[in-house]
């Protein structure tokens, strides 16, 4: 019904930037609100970034100023600008959008692969 697919992950030395993709295809109706979650090995996934249909954000305490979600609605994407990156921040980011999709009532969470980011020197 959803189909997201993630892209920008990668090996990047503490202090850089690296930018995240997430682009939603399917019988997409409406997206109300798109966020990054990341699970660290060893850990619960955590919300990092989310992002609604009317442009509100909210983060993560531990990547306010140094992550921007931002979101393109008419070709359905969303980015995460990453920037002075920390070894804390090695995880797996996964896309995760509720949306409504044509032919069914309510809204649905629909999640993404994950796509693996790697600080380290």
């Known amino acids: 019904q959803v189909q997201l697919a993630e892209a920008g992950g990668g090996l990047v030395q503490p202090g850089g930037s690296l930018r995240l993709s997430c682009a939603a295809s399917g019988s997409i109706f409406s997206i109300y609100s798109m966020a990054w979650h990341r699970q660290a090995p060893g850990k619960q996934r955590e919300l990092v970034a989310v992002i609604t249909n009317g442009g509100y954000t909210n983060y993560a305490d531990s990547v306010k100023g140094r992550f921007t979600v931002s979101r393109d609605n008419a070709q359905n994407k969303m980015y995460l600008q990453m920037n002075s990156l920390k070894p804390d921040d090695t995880a797996v980011y996964y896309c995760?959008?509720?949306?409504?999709?044509?032919?069914?009532?309510?809204?649905?969470?629909?999640w993404g692969q994950g796509t693996q980011v790697t600080v380290s020197s």
């Open positions: 995760f959008v509720r949306a409504t999709v044509r032919g069914t009532v309510g809204l649905g969470n629909y």
